[in-house]
């Protein structure tokens, strides 16, 4: 099957920097849209970022021009750049790709979640 696997959460300070990173391994045929999201305490998921098949990326305004999204195709690796944090920054972030594996469909895969809270 095919599994996202996070990593790179952690405490930071306001105005710090993190970068998380998500692999995807497994039988995988093609890769579309890569995505992070994130779940603040007490709040509904929502989207931060995302990247196209193409390198397309968009943003959630909270974020734009502090977070950056990239990602190795080689690797079948996306990136999430977070720089200026601050507390409303604090969530469960969670990585997610539209996979082509044996079906020959995309399906959507979620990352377990990695913690990333801010906080002097």
């Known amino acids: 099957q095919v599994q996202l696997v996070e990593s790179g959460g952690g405490l930071v300070r306001p105005g710090g920097s993190l970068r998380l990173s998500c692999a995807a391994s497994?039988?995988?045929?093609?890769?579309?849209?890569m995505a992070w999201y994130r779940q603040p305490p007490g709040k509904p998921r929502e989207t931060v970022a995302t990247i196209s098949g193409g390198g397309l990326t968009a943003y959630d305004d909270s974020v734009k021009g502090r977070f950056t999204i990239s990602r190795d195709y080689a690797k079948n690796a996306v990136y999430l750049q977070m720089n200026s944090l601050n507390s409303e920054d604090t969530a469960v972030y969670y990585c997610?790709?539209?996979?082509?594996?044996?079906?020959?469909?995309?399906?959507?895969?979620w990352g377990q979640g990695t913690q990333v809270t801010v906080s002097s």
């Open positions: 997610n790709a539209d996979i082509r594996s044996l079906r020959p469909y995309f399906e959507p895969y």
């Open positions: 497994g039988i995988i045929v093609e890769i579309d849209t």
